[in-house]
C-alpha cells in the first residue's frame, strides 16, 4: 500500500517523535511511504484533497501535526477545523485517513502524547490508516 504522510511541523522535536511513531508502524507494514511537509495543521486537508484531484493513487493518509492552545481562540478553529476537514474527505470521498493531530493544552501533555515509546499517537494514526484500508478492501470485496 502507497501512503502520504503528511507532517506540519509547527513544534519541531514534537513532530519528529511523531513522525518516527508513525514511520515504524507502516514500514512494519511494509507500505510504501511519502512524506510531505506544510506549514501547520490547517494547511494538512488541503494536501489530501489535492492529492486526490490529481489521482495520486495513494491508499491511504496520515496527517500529522500538535496544536499547542495560545492566547486567544486560534486553537479552537485549528482544532476543529483540521478536524473537521479531514473527517470530511474521509467520509466524503471514502478516503483512508490516520488523524494524528495531537491538541493539547501545554508542551508537557504534547510530549508524552508523541514520544513512540509514551502514547504513540503518531503510530495509532499510522495504525489506524492500515486498517482502514484493510476494511476498505474488505468491504469492497464483499
Ligand atoms: N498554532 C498552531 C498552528 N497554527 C497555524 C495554522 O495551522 C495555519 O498554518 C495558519 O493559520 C496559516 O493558514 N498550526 C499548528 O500546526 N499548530 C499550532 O499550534
Ligand atoms: C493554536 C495556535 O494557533 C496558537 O499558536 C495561536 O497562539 P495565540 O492564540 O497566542 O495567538
Redesign the pocket.
Known amino acids: 500500500m502507497k501512503i502520504l504522510v503528511i507532517e506540519a511541523r509547527y513544534y519541531e522535536s514534537i513532530s519528529e517523535d511523531l513522525l518516527q511513531g508513525a514511520l515504524a508502524k507502516l514500514q512494519a507494514a511494509d507500505a510504501e511511504i511519502v512524506k510531505v511537509n506544510v506549514p501547520?495543521a490547517l494547511e494538512i486537508p488541503h494536501v489530501i484533497s489535492y492529492a486526490e484531484k490529481a489521482g495520486a493513487g495513494y491508499d491511504g493518509y496520515v496527517a500529522l501535526g500538535c496544536?499547542?492552545?495560545?492566547?486567544?481562540?486560534?486553537?479552537d478553529y485549528?482544532?476543529a477545523e483540521s478536524a473537521r476537514a479531514l473527517m470530511d474527505l474521509a467520509v466524503d470521498h471514502q478516503l483512508a485517513i490516520g488523524n494524528g493531530i495531537i491538541t493539547v493544552e501545554n508542551e508537557t501533555q504534547a510530549i508524552a502524547r508523541s514520544k513512540p515509546d509514551q502514547k504513540d499517537k503518531g503510530g495509532f494514526a499510522a495504525s489506524a490508516v492500515i486498517r482502514m484500508i484493510q476494511l476498505r478492501d474488505e468491504l469492497n470485496k464483499s
Do not use: F, Q
Open positions: 501547520g496544536v499547542i492552545r495560545g492566547e486567544t481562540t486560534h486553537y485549528v482544532c
